[in-house]
């Protein structure tokens, strides 16, 4: 089940809602444990043991790291750290990787092994990082053990932003599960909030993906260039979008997440564009990997050996495919040159130059992310440098009819309509009213646009 969905809109959410407000404060955390796990199980009920599992083992084991390290002994605390971390990281590798290894294996050496075919539990890349968090802030001062296991379980499996992030750490959420603001003010936020990412995930990823899928098997080259640029457009609202709801949702209980995209596409280099994108994630590996691995205080060559294994790893979390592989290597190899010397001699070019460079960049990083068949990537890739005729009337058409949504894209993915609507609503109270119609008119019509399509991918599902 997706946020984007008639059921979890009407039903779930619905539901939900009423019985959290409904009970008294302190039996607000076993609510929101209860309906997670009910949300985790609608489509693969019996992953709800894996998640329990989870949250057992990392319950456990950061009551054992915490009084460890009142005895003073860090060597034990370690121990049950790094256990911890190969528990989660074994549950990932075996059912997200398990094939991929198996496949790689049977081409080296010639074998025939059957694959395992497990589907993927939804969301394990997300709440796996999250609960490894858990135990390290604990090893690291950076938050106290959790005592009592319904808020722990209410941590792990929190629905918001269980299934696509933005990766909620420990320490930051620690003081929010024993105490947290439910008031108007935070209500109101979070259903701005949510309707803004439902708008961008059904109304402009949508459209933008339709366009895509159009394009795929496109033999020209403007077909070639469009179609990547349309899927660029989607991954961005879709992700994003789906971040907004989660925040939304969890500003509607009292929770406040972290921004997790900040106007990537108005990067100035691609060191900056991962500053503003997946922030969530970025910041996982640069606090747990990067960073303890001795980020950049151990010389250069240690410095770009890190980057190398933090985009490694990267590419990997994205998926059981050697394009991600290649897509984290491909940003690892983009980062190091500007750390190296780019970006110094990047810092008076002008900015629009510098904006072109990166959109540049970023439109082959998603030609790499989205063909998991390379031979397929690499096709489309020679037709966008003339593999093929320029263009057709197919083409030319999809073009013209798309010309009003690519320019609600560009001017949606930009700083301007957040700062419209901040100058309308400080000049005049009246302006509430009109976006709060506003708000309720975009809903229905996004109601209306699921009710009437059968077109509603949500494409980090999978992850």
């Known amino acids: 089940m997706v946020f984007s969905s008639l059921e979890f809109l009407f039903l779930f959410f619905a539901v939900s809602m009423l019985i959290y407000f409904t009970v008294p404060l302190k039996l607000r955390n076993a609510v929101l444990l209860v309906v997670s796990l009910l949300f985790y199980g609608w489509g693969e009920p019996i992953y709800i043991v894996l998640m329990l599992f989870s949250t057992v083992v990392d319950y456990y084991h950061g009551r054992k790291v915490e009084k460890s390290l009142e005895k003073g002994n860090r060597k034990k605390a370690k121990f049950h750290v790094i256990a911890s971390a190969v528990i989660n990281l074994s549950l990932l590798c075996f059912f997200k990787y398990s094939d991929f290894i198996i496949q790689n294996i049977n081409a080296i050496f010639g074998l025939d092994i059957g694959l395992l075919g497990l589907p993927l539990p939804i969301g394990i890349s997300f709440y796996t990082f999250q609960t490894m968090s858990y135990t390290i802030d604990i090893y690291m001062g950076n938050a106290k053990a959790q005592k009592n296991m319904v808020n722990f379980g209410a941590y792990v499996t929190l629905f918001p932003q269980l299934i696509a992030g933005p990766i909620v750490r420990y320490q930051d959420i620690d ?131 890190n980057i190398l294994t933090v985009w490694f790893l990267t590419g990997l979390w994205h998926g059981a495919s050697w394009n991600y592989i290649l897509w984290g290597l491909y940003y690892c190899l983009i980062l190091v040159v500007e750390k190296a010397f780019l970006l110094k001699k990047m810092q008076y070019a002008p900015t629009f130059i510098k904006r072109i460079y990166s959109l540049i960049l970023i439109l082959f990083g998603w030609w790499l992310f989205v063909f998991e068949d390379l031979s397929a990537g690499i096709s489309h890739l020679k037709i966008m440098f003339g593999g093929g005729t320029f263009t057709n009337g197919a083409v030319n058409l999809t073009l013209v009819s798309n010309l009003v949504l690519l320019a609600i894209l560009v001017i949606a993915s930009t700083p301007f309509p957040k700062k419209l609507y901040y100058r309308l609503f400080e000049k005049s109270a009246a302006w509430r009213w009109v976006f709060a119609a506003l708000g309720l008119s975009v809903l229905v019509l996004c109601t209306a646009y699921l009710v009437n399509s059968s077109y509603n991918p949500f494409l980090y599902f999978r992850f």
């Open 175 to 305: 003081d929010q599960l024993r105490s947290r603001p439910h008031n108007r003010i935070m209500l109101a936020s979070g259903v701005r909030t949510f309707i803004c990412g439902f708008a961008k995930k059904v109304l402009l990823a949508n459209s933008a993906g339709a366009v895509w899928d159009s394009l795929k098997g496109t033999d020209t080259a403007l077909g070639a260039w469009l179609g990547i640029i349309f899927f660029s457009f989607q991954i961005y609202f879709d992700f994003s979008g789906y971040s907004d709801m989660a925040i939304g949702l969890g500003k509607m209980m009292g929770f406040t997440f972290r921004e997790n995209f900040y106007y990537p596409y108005m990067s100035e280099s691609i060191t900056d564009f991962w500053r503003r994108w997946h922030i969530s994630l970025g910041t996982w590996f640069r606090e747990y990997v990067y960073i303890p691995m001795g980020g950049n205080r151990r010389g250069n060559a240690r410095t770009y050996f």
